[in-house]
């Protein structure tokens, strides 16, 4: 295990050149992904065949050598397996069956793992596949963002419908996050079972939480996540993703109990590097329009990234997903100049 780089600084050594891998880095930016995808047809349907998803898993690993391959799959496999209808409409993102709360009681998740099952398969084969050097990150969405999702049907831009839920009816909308919890820490083991070495948690919207909001349905139910994961994996290794909890990151690492948080690329170096990394390594955050734009802006950003956070413990990626219209010769670029750091 330990020659695995990443393993290393979630396990507290700081490492220099740090490890690299990118969120997203397996998407529509590289061709023969979209190759894939067109073969299986629709996106669930590549989520769900256990062959083609590792597929994708590895391309990104065999062009770049990355030091994390992640699991080729989405956040919200978990509402699908919930029972809730989920689809992905090209160009439309994900539209989901909007969910009433006086009906979170007809939700099972001890009832998950058969329409997981392909997921899991693909795990144990992506474990077969990798080299022995590479993190093997599983992944699931905090209870929080995959909330918002399930109850406005779709992506919004603030949330609208899941803050009007919560503030409206809390206790109802406790239970959804309590059988999100509870779903979570058993697809989440079940990873870990297959051979994932780690986990990230993406909480891609807890930046539109107020302090309290943030404590209720950030912070309790990562924490919740992260010790029920733990009684049944002791060592789990856990990354908590809540974007853009700018301050509020120093109580979500105080209080959650997780080894890294990624950074997005709006947080400051001197906060992340004085508040943060004393307690916790730190994954980030590279603004991922500077892999768009390419040339000097992007090594600019990568000198201020290694240079910012480099003296501690890091895992170097972007401060999010990569986006489609990334040139693929730019991450090349990126993770050459990654690897020839010196301190
Ligand atoms: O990082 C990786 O390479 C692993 C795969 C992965 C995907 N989604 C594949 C995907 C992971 C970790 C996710 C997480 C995810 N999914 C999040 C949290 C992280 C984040 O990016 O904020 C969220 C909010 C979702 C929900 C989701 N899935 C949305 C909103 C969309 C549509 C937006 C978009 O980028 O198109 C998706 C679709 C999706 N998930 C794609 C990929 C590669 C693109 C769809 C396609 O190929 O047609």
Not at 3 to 19: A, C, H, N, Q, W
Not at 176 to 200: K, T
Request: aromatic residues 8%; hydrophobic residues 45%; charged residues 25%.
């Amino acid at each position: 295990m330990t020659e695995r780089k990443m393993m290393k600084v979630l396990e507290g050594e700081s490492v220099f050149p740090p490890p690299i891998w990118v969120m997203r880095q397996a998407g529509r930016y590289l061709p023969e992904y979209r190759a894939t995808r067109a073969e299986a047809g629709g996106f669930l349907d590549l989520c769900y065949n256990p062959k083609l998803a590792t597929e994708v898993t590895m391309q990104p690993i065999r062009r770049y050598g990355f030091d994390a391959a992640i699991l080729f799959s989405d956040i919200l496999v978990v509402p699908d397996a919930l029972g809730r209808k989920v689809a992905f409409q090209e160009g439309e993102g994900p539209v989901l069956e909007p969910l009433d709360l006086g009906r979170v009681g007809e939700l099972d998740p001890t009832g998950i793992h058969d329409r997981l099952a392909p997921v899991y398969e693909a795990v144990e084969r992506i474990r077969g596949e990798l080299p022995v050097e590479t993190t093997f990150l599983g992944f699931c969405g905090a209870p929080w963002t995959v909330a918002t999702y399930m109850i406005a049907g779709r992506g919004t831009s603030d949330q609208g419908p899941a803050r009007k839920a919560a503030l409206g009816d809390p206790e109802g909308f406790a239970r959804l996050i309590d059988v999100l919890v509870e779903a979570s820490i058993a697809y989440l083991a079940r990873q870990i079972d297959c051979g994932a070495d780690a986990v990230q948690i993406f909480d891609t919207w807890a930046g539109v939480l107020d302090e309290t909001e943030f404590e209720t349905w950030v912070i309790r139910p990562a924490k919740r996540i992260v010790a029920g994961l733990r009684a049944i994996h002791p060592k789990a290794k856990v990354i908590g993703f809540p974007k853009g909890a700018q301050a509020l990151l120093e109580r979500y690492v105080e209080e959650t109990g997780v080894d890294a948080v990624g950074l997005d690329w709006t947080m400051p170096h001197a906060f992340a590097r004085e508040r943060i990394q004393p307690k916790v390594a730190v994954q980030g955050n590279l603004d991922p329009m500077r892999v768009v734009v390419g040339g000097r802006a992007l090594d600019e950003g990568v000198d201020r990234v290694l240079a910012g956070l480099g003296q501690g413990r890091l895992i170097f990626n972007l401060g999010h997903g990569i986006t489609p219209e990334a040139d693929p010769a730019n991450m090349a670029r990126l993770v050459e100049r990654v690897r020839a750091a010196k301190r």
